[in-house]
């Protein structure tokens, strides 16, 4: 670091107090936490959620904000991992007014803000819509930016995605295009494509023209078998890699 390079301020740990709760499918769940002394994060950053047990025991996990950065609160989405040491609690059994400690914001490539510009990419597989909507809330706090985004949502089944209300509604609309698949149940009357994301599904969900595909910020997230054939397939399609932010999680919760 040169003498003249600021300095980050430190990354601590915050007491988040939970200030409401809403179901978003069988098994997700979004808390709303009001975190004193928060310093603010931008569209694609995570935190570290940390739970204490009354012996002592501690737990944690990291979990993508899914709330803009205009936001009041830091809200983050979380699926239910049977088997994991956090999650359950918190999609569960977490209501108004309890707390525990989150680490953050945390994360750098995988981030993006709209004095950055456009269009966007997204492409999230499940719960990997989470910082993707993030992205997509902080688009919408800013309609003037006219940033035009295309995004791809795979989802197991009808009842496993999350936000489909918010995103068939979210604004500005004029320059937003979402498209969705159904890899295992579609919901009843669906039309669209039912099968994982392929080459033709790409092309036809992403910018149109060769010209607008080179200007795309693209950011990809989900499980890492999804993540790892949609960056391959993007890339054989002839985007850019440096152009490409990919993020993907485990089953451990």
Same mark, same amino acid.
């Given at each position: 670091?040169?003498?003249?390079?600021?300095?980050?301020?430190?990354?601590?740990?915050?007491?988040?107090?939970?200030?409401?709760?809403?179901?978003?499918?069988?098994?997700?769940?979004?808390?709303?936490?009001?975190?004193?002394?928060?310093?603010?994060?931008?569209?694609?950053?995570?935190?570290?959620?940390?739970?204490?047990?009354?012996?002592?025991?501690?737990?944690?996990?990291?979990?993508?904000?899914?709330?803009?950065?205009?936001?009041?609160?830091?809200?983050?989405?979380?699926?239910?991992?049977?088997?994991?040491?956090?999650?359950?609690?918190?999609?569960?059994?977490?209501?108004?007014?309890?707390?525990?400690?989150?680490?953050?914001?945390?994360?750098?490539?995988?981030?993006?803000?709209?004095?950055?510009?456009?269009?966007?990419?997204?492409?999230?597989? %499940?719960?990997?819509?989470?910082?993707?909507? @993030? /992205? #997509? *809330?902080?688009?919408?706090?800013?309609? +003037? &930016?006219?940033?035009? =985004?295309?995004?791809?949502?795979?989802?197991?089944?009808?009842?496993?995605?999350?936000?489909?209300?918010?995103?068939?509604?979210?604004?500005?609309?004029?320059?937003?295009?979402?498209?969705?698949?159904?890899?295992?149940?579609?919901?009843?009357?669906?039309? %669209?494509?039912?099968?994982?994301?392929?080459? @033709? /599904? #790409? *092309?036809?969900?992403?910018?149109?023209? +060769? &010209?607008?595909?080179? =200007?795309?910020?693209?950011?990809?997230?989900?499980?890492?078998?999804?993540?790892?054939?949609?960056?391959?397939?993007?890339?054989?399609?002839?985007?850019?890699?440096?152009?490409?932010?990919?993020?993907?999680?485990?089953?451990?919760?």
């Amino acid at each position: 670091m040169t003498p003249d390079a600021p300095r980050r301020a430190p990354i601590r740990w915050h007491v988040a107090t939970v200030r409401d709760a809403r179901a978003e499918s069988p098994t997700a769940r979004t808390l709303v936490l009001d975190v004193p002394e928060w310093p603010g994060h931008r569209a694609g950053h995570h935190v570290d959620v940390r739970l204490t047990a009354e012996d002592g025991y501690q737990a944690s996990r990291s979990y993508s904000i899914a709330s803009a950065p205009e936001h009041d609160a830091v809200e983050l989405t979380i699926e239910r991992f049977e088997d994991g040491e956090v999650s359950p609690y918190l999609v569960d059994e977490a209501i108004a007014g309890d707390q525990f400690e989150v680490r953050g914001p945390i994360g750098g490539p995988f981030t993006w803000s709209v004095d950055e510009g456009g269009p966007l990419y997204l492409i999230g597989g %499940g719960s990997g819509m989470v910082p993707l909507m @993030a /992205m #997509l *809330r902080h688009r919408a706090a800013h309609p +003037d &930016a006219h940033i035009t =985004a295309y995004v791809l949502v795979s989802n197991r089944s009808a009842t496993a995605g999350i936000y489909t209300t918010e995103l068939e509604t979210l604004t500005p609309r004029e320059q937003l295009h979402v498209a969705w698949t159904y890899t295992r149940q579609a919901p009843d009357g669906w039309r %669209g494509w039912t099968r994982r994301v392929d080459d @033709a /599904m #790409l *092309r036809a969900a992403g910018p149109p023209d +060769d &010209a607008v595909k080179a =200007a795309a910020r693209v950011f990809v997230c989900g499980p890492p078998p999804f993540v790892g054939t949609v960056t391959l397939l993007l890339v054989d399609h002839g985007y850019d890699p440096g152009a490409i932010h990919a993020e993907d999680f485990d089953t451990t919760g």
